[in-house]
């Protein structure tokens, strides 16, 4: 069969509230993506980097604790109106960052920032689960991860250019308005939706002992958690690292963006390849990609780049293949996250989801509490190098883990509801 025959879509298109969503989730995470330079901005100087993980830790324990929560509650009322709200809430918390640049009062207001993101992941994931065919499943999640890092990209590109041209205070007004934006689109635009659960009032911790009851979610649910623990130490730390060792602010929005470009650019390519070959191979090529940077960043960085008194220089030859494992590193997000919905029950999608949510935020909240620990036990101008060991510890573990998981599915020669849905979509 020819690779273009390969990769239609077999006549299934994506619903009009589907390209609503990825849009507004684009809006969405262009502003989160801003922040992450706007804050290391808004607290750079003396002990800037100490400053950045305070702020931070808040944030993804809030997300981690009230994730599952909004997930199952989407279940009841409905996906958009907890978006909705979730996308508001977060609106408002970026315009008050305007207001002081303390940093216990950034950490509070982080924290709040914090169940406003726990909001608009779970049951924006479970939407796509509830509207997307079985069989285009993986393209959908991967549209959904795309419009996510190019997001991230693009609000990188401008947090960068705003450190250099605005005040930081500036820039967070600009943000809550893209996130009121984002808000508005979801409110006019989407339809009311069919609950899942209409007729129950309450959640329940039963619903997520079913999802746990579900191999496959049990098997990629510590993956998850360390593959979040890692983005959460380069997303949290790298900016203000980067900052102190003199890169510009436009620099480091240029440098994130084609980090950016290489992990997202083929994400719904990603999932059309778990669609028709099976979700846990891409995984598995996913986690070995990123397996490759970590290794290459941590034994051979001399290889791919340098800085003198002149700046950052790179290397062609190196960054050849630490760009071949960005590409492939896309690979993992949207074939779990097809995997995870392939498995569970249409009505617990949101609660399923809702565990994705938790584990980014939980993974941040472990990256950032470690890092707060490390960079008070060796101080700012060692910690960057120990970080890196810590995420390399990491990544070594979620390789083992995926051998594990890739090994004991075909040693059961079975693959449960996944080999039915993979044989299903392959005809």
Same mark, same amino acid.
């Given at each position: 069969?020819?690779?273009?025959?390969?990769?239609?879509?077999?006549?299934?298109?994506?619903?009009?509230?589907?390209?609503?969503?990825?849009?507004?989730?684009?809006?969405?995470?262009?502003?989160?993506?801003?922040?992450?330079?706007?804050?290391?901005?808004?607290?750079?100087?003396?002990?800037?980097?100490?400053?950045?993980?305070?702020?931070?830790?808040?944030?993804?324990?809030?997300?981690?604790?009230?994730?599952?929560?909004?997930?199952?509650?989407?279940?009841?009322?409905?996906?958009?109106?907890?978006?909705?709200?979730?996308?508001?809430?977060?609106?408002?918390?970026?315009?008050?960052? *305007?207001?002081?640049?303390?940093?216990?009062?950034?950490?509070?207001?982080?924290? +709040?920032?914090?169940?406003?993101?726990?909001?608009?992941?779970?049951?924006?994931?479970?939407?796509? *689960?509830?509207?997307?065919?079985?069989?285009?499943?993986?393209?959908?999640?991967?549209?959904?991860?795309?419009?996510?890092?190019?997001?991230?990209?693009?609000?990188?590109?401008?947090?960068?250019?705003?450190?250099?041209?605005?005040?930081?205070?500036?820039?967070?007004?600009?943000?809550?308005?893209?996130?009121? *934006?984002?808000?508005?689109?979801?409110?006019?635009?989407?339809?009311?939706?069919?609950?899942?659960?209409? %007729?129950?009032?309450?959640?329940?911790?039963?619903?997520?002992?079913?999802?746990?009851?579900?191999?496959?979610?049990?098997?990629?649910?510590? +993956?998850?958690?360390?593959? *979040?623990?890692?983005?959460?130490?380069?997303?949290?730390?790298?900016?203000?690292?980067?900052?102190?060792?003199?890169?510009?602010?436009?620099?480091?929005?240029?440098?994130?963006?084609?980090?950016?470009?290489?992990?997202?650019?083929?994400?719904?390519?990603?999932?059309?390849?778990?669609?028709?070959? %099976?979700?846990?191979?891409?995984?598995?090529?996913?986690?070995?990609?990123?397996?490759?940077?970590?290794?290459?960043?941590?034994?051979?960085?001399?290889?791919?780049?340098?800085?003198?008194?002149?700046?950052?220089?790179?290397?062609?030859?190196?960054?050849?293949?630490?760009?071949?494992? %960005?590409?492939?590193?896309?690979?993992?997000?949207?074939?779990?996250?097809?995997?995870?919905?392939?498995?569970?029950?249409?009505?617990?999608?949101?609660?399923?989801?809702?565990?994705?949510?938790?584990?980014?935020?939980?993974?941040?909240?472990?990256?950032?509490?470690?890092?707060?620990?490390?960079?008070?036990?060796?101080?700012?101008?060692?910690?960057?190098?120990?970080?890196?060991?810590?995420?390399?510890?990491?990544?070594?573990?979620?390789?083992?883990?995926?051998?594990?998981?890739?090994?004991?599915?075909?040693?059961?020669?079975?693959? %449960?509801?996944?080999?039915?849905?993979?044989?299903?979509?392959?005809?």
């Amino acid at each position: 069969m020819a690779m273009a025959q390969v990769f239609k879509s077999r006549g299934i298109r994506t619903p009009w509230h589907l390209r609503v969503l990825y849009i507004s989730t684009f809006l969405l995470r262009t502003a989160f993506g801003a922040l992450l330079l706007l804050l290391s901005a808004y607290v750079a100087g003396d002990e800037g980097l100490l400053k950045v993980a305070i702020i931070a830790v808040p944030y993804p324990l809030a997300e981690m604790l009230t994730a599952n929560y909004f997930g199952m509650v989407s279940d009841r009322t409905g996906r958009k109106p907890i978006i909705v709200f979730g996308t508001t809430l977060a609106a408002i918390t970026v315009a008050l960052y *305007a207001l002081w640049d303390n940093t216990w009062y950034l950490a509070g207001l982080h924290g +709040i920032h914090g169940i406003g993101a726990a909001a608009t992941v779970a049951p924006a994931i479970a939407m796509i *689960a509830d509207h997307s065919d079985v069989c285009d499943r993986g393209r959908q999640m991967g549209w959904f991860d795309y419009s996510t890092f190019l997001g991230y990209i693009v609000g990188a590109v401008v947090g960068g250019f705003m450190v250099e041209l605005v005040d930081p205070q500036l820039g967070f007004l600009v943000m809550a308005a893209m996130l009121a *934006a984002s808000a508005t689109m979801l409110y006019t635009l989407v339809k009311k939706e069919k609950v899942a659960k209409a %007729g129950e009032k309450y959640v329940s911790l039963d619903e997520l002992r079913k999802v746990f009851k579900v191999r496959e979610v049990r098997l990629v649910f510590p +993956i998850w958690l360390i593959i *979040a623990t890692l983005l959460g130490i380069a997303i949290t730390y790298l900016p203000i690292i980067l900052l102190n060792e003199d890169v510009s602010g436009s620099m480091i929005g240029i440098m994130f963006a084609a980090a950016g470009v290489a992990l997202g650019l083929l994400q719904p390519f990603w999932g059309k390849v778990s669609d028709i070959v %099976g979700r846990i191979p891409v995984m598995a090529y996913g986690v070995f990609s990123i397996f490759g940077i970590v290794v290459m960043l941590l034994l051979f960085p001399d290889a791919a780049f340098y800085q003198d008194e002149e700046g950052f220089h790179f290397k062609l030859l190196g960054m050849i293949p630490l760009g071949i494992f %960005g590409l492939g590193a896309g690979a993992f997000v949207p074939s779990a996250l097809a995997l995870m919905a392939d498995s569970s029950d249409a009505k617990c999608y949101g609660a399923t989801m809702g565990l994705y949510s938790f584990a980014l935020g939980f993974g941040a909240f472990v990256a950032e509490s470690i890092g707060l620990g490390i960079i008070v036990t060796t101080g700012t101008e060692d910690a960057p190098g120990w970080l890196l060991y810590f995420a390399a510890g990491l990544i070594f573990l979620a390789v083992a883990l995926m051998i594990i998981f890739f090994l004991s599915t075909i040693i059961r020669k079975r693959f %449960g509801k996944q080999k039915l849905v993979d044989d299903e979509c392959s005809r």
